[in-house]
């Protein structure tokens, strides 16, 4: 193995451990010294495959948004009618939300500021959902020229009751307005969308 493999190697072994140690501890204020310990490294190993404590939350970040969306389009290629996939689906990401949302929120918050160690979130927050959630808008009927729009309105929508569960904790009030959500946007595909194109 070189060089540049083993460090790819260890690179997605820390990664893989902080994912574990922060989904079942939560993220905290604890130091990076504080989670190297906990991970079984050094800070300096943290640093050099992360850059700083930062670093290594926008990667998590990152990470756990691209298996949620694995987990979307897994979800929804099941034979599960639409309302019963978006329900089973909001659950699964309602338990991801409990473990990684307070940081997910915090590192978007970053991304907006411009801070350094966020600008690959702020590039992926929306750009790499768009299309998965397009591409669903498209399997329930949305017309092309409108798949897009009601994909962010979904996405936008889904983020802000995730945001809602957060910070009041009524999970079965928000798993009412999702099912709403999913409610609307059936509709609205059985209608051919909602007014012009775009």
């Known amino acids: 193995m070189t060089e540049p493999e083993r460090a790819a190697t260890g690179r997605e072994r820390l990664l893989e451990a902080a994912i574990d140690h922060f989904g079942r501890h939560g993220i905290g204020d604890t130091s990076l010294r504080g989670i190297a310990e906990a991970l079984g490294t050094s800070h300096r190993m943290l640093i050099y495959?992360?850059?700083?404590?930062?670093?290594?939350?926008?990667?998590?970040?990152?990470?756990?948004?691209?298996?949620?969306?694995?987990?979307?389009?897994?979800t929804y290629d099941t034979d599960l009618p639409p309302l019963e996939a978006g329900a089973k689906y909001w659950e699964e990401t309602v338990e991801a939300t409990l473990r990684y949302?307070?940081?997910?929120?915090?590192?978007?918050?970053?991304?907006?500021?411009?801070?350094?160690?966020?600008?690959?979130?702020?590039?992926?927050?929306?750009?790499?959902?768009l299309?998965?959630?397009?591409?669903?808008?498209?399997?329930?009927?949305?017309?092309?020229?409108?798949?897009?729009?009601?994909?962010?309105?979904?996405?936008?929508?889904?983020?802000?009751?995730?945001?809602?569960?957060?910070?009041?904790?009524?999970?079965?009030?928000?798993a009412r307005a999702a099912d709403l959500l999913n409610r609307l946007l059936l509709l609205s595909a059985e209608v051919g969308g909602v007014g012009g194109a775009g």
């Open 101 to 129: 949302g307070p940081l997910f929120f915090e590192l978007a918050a970053h991304a907006m500021q411009g801070k350094e160690h966020a600008a690959a979130l702020r590039e992926e927050l929306i750009a790499a959902w």
């Open 49 to 74: 495959h992360f850059g700083s404590r930062e670093g290594l939350l926008a990667e998590v970040t990152r990470e756990v948004e691209a298996r949620q969306r694995a987990v979307m389009t897994a």
């Open 131 to 174: 299309p998965s959630v397009t591409d669903l808008c498209r399997a329930i009927g949305i017309p092309e020229e409108q798949a897009e729009t009601h994909a962010r309105l979904a996405l936008g929508a889904a983020r802000g009751l995730l945001l809602d569960l957060l910070v009041c904790g009524e999970r079965e009030q928000v």
